[in-house]
């Protein structure tokens, strides 16, 4: 199982679910993408992004 980091420090909305996007499309069943970000609003952005999918 590959685990992937995304450094999303300093980076606003939208632009850390952006990169998860671009990135999630390149991984494969199982992996994992460990992300870094400190936008107030990225844990209630990726909660929304991943009940999308």
Not at 28 to 37: C, D, Q, S, Y
Request: net charge positive; proline share 8%.
């Amino acid at each position: 199982m590959a685990i992937h980091t995304l450094d999303a420090l300093g980076l606003k909305c939208p632009q850390p679910t952006l990169k998860i996007t671009s990135l999630s499309i390149k991984m494969k069943p199982g992996e994992v993408l460990e992300v870094t970000a400190d936008c107030p609003t990225f844990e209630k952005d990726v909660k929304n992004w991943c009940s999308r999918f």
